[in-house]
C-alpha cells in the first residue's frame, strides 16, 4: 500500500469515529426522549437541507476507503497535489478536531441536538467553548473538512467540501435565528460578544 493510500485509510478511520460517535448520541438522545437529537428535524426546510447532507456526508466517510483499496480509483479521487507533509499535518489536525469536538458534546450535555425543532427550546450552554465561539462544533466541523481536504485534494473532495461548508454556513445562520425567537436579549447580547465561528476581539455593544 502506498503512503497516498495509507493517509486515506487512516482519515476514512477518523472520520468513521467521528460520525459513529455522532450517530451514538442521537441514538442515546432516542432513546431518552424519544426524539433523535433532530438528525432528521421536524420542520421542513431542515429536513429538505439533508436531502443533500446526508449523501455529502456518507461520501466524505467512505472515499477515503474507496481510495484506500480500490485497484484503480476513480479519476475525481486522485489528488490533484502529493505531499506527505500536507497529508500527515491534514491527518494531526483531523484528530485535533474530532478531540476539539468531543469535549464540546460533553460541555453541551443533554442540550446537544443538530438541527431545529420550532417546538422545543433547550438550555443555552455559553460555558467552556461556547465562551469564546458560538458554534465551535460547526467550526471543528469545518475544520475536519479542511483537513480532509489536506489529505486527499481531489476533485471530488472538494466539491463534497464546498457544500459540507455551505450547508454548515446556512445551518448555523438558521440555528441563530430561532435561539434569537426562543431565547431574545439573552442570546442577543451573546451574539454581541461572542463570535460565530472564531473569538470576537472587539465585542459589539
Not at 484506500?68 to 479519476?75: D, E, L, Q
Amino acid at each position: 500500500m502506498t503512503p497516498q493510500r495509507w493517509f486515506a485509510l487512516s482519515l476514512g478511520l477518523i472520520l468513521t469515529a467521528y460520525w459513529a460517535r455522532v450517530i451514538r448520541m442521537a441514538a442515546k438522545q432516542r432513546r431518552r426522549t424519544g426524539r433523535g437529537a433532530n438528525f432528521l428535524p421536524p420542520e421542513p426546510l431542515g429536513r429538505a437541507i439533508r436531502v443533500v447532507w446526508i449523501p455529502v456526508v456518507v461520501a466524505w466517510v467512505a472515499l477515503p476507503f474507496v481510495f484506500a483499496y480500490k485497484k484503480r480509483p476513480p479519476s475525481a479521487l486522485v489528488p490533484l497535489v502529493s505531499s506527505d507533509a500536507l497529508a500527515i499535518a491534514g491527518l494531526v489536525l483531523a484528530a485535533g478536531a474530532v478531540a476539539g469536538s468531543i469535549a464540546c458534546w460533553k460541555r453541551m450535555g443533554e442540550s446537544w441536538r443538530m438541527g431545529i425543532d420550532p417546538g422545543e427550546r433547550t438550555p443555552l450552554v455559553l460555558t467552556g467553548p461556547f465562551a469564546y465561539v458560538r458554534h465551535p462544533i460547526y467550526a471543528l466541523s469545518s475544520l475536519l473538512m479542511i483537513a480532509t481536504v489536506m489529505v486527499m485534494p481531489s476533485p471530488l473532495m472538494i466539491i463534497l467540501a464546498l457544500l459540507h461548508l455551505t450547508c454548515l454556513q446556512w445551518e448555523a445562520r438558521r440555528e441563530e435565528q430561532h435561539l434569537l425567537a426562543t431565547n431574545g436579549e439573552e442570546y442577543a447580547a451573546y451574539c454581541a460578544k461572542v463570535g460565530r465561528f472564531f473569538p470576537r476581539l472587539f465585542p459589539r455593544k
